[in-house]
């Protein structure tokens, strides 16, 4: 189990709406030269819900190109099972160290739902 600091960081983007990679690596670093401890992507800050199964890939890899040896966590926000369980396979077999899975952002639940003990 991980502890410490772990940002969920936000993805960036070009003028013209793709994956801004070289910002992204710049923007990872400093989080990681700041001392954190490891790194969550694609989370809901990350506009996550909003990205293609390919894009949460594509910057899970640039995160572990920045983290190094330090943890890089996808996040699983998906608006059904299938599509949930199809990126945390995907994410597993590019090497992403663990997932933070978090409700559909369609599902509204409570916290004896989504908080573990």
Known sequence: MWTGVFPAVTTKFTEDD?????EMER??????EAGCDGIIVCGSLGEGPMLSHDEKI?????????????????????PGTREAAAIARRAAKKGANGLMVVPSPIYHTNAEETVAA
């Open 18 to 22: 793709r994956l801004d990679h070289a």
């Open 27 to 32: 923007c990872f670093a400093l989080q990681m």
């Open 58 to 78: 594509d910057v899970l890899k640039t995160a572990q190109k920045i983290a190094g040896n330090k943890p890089v966590l996808l996040t699983v926000n998906e």
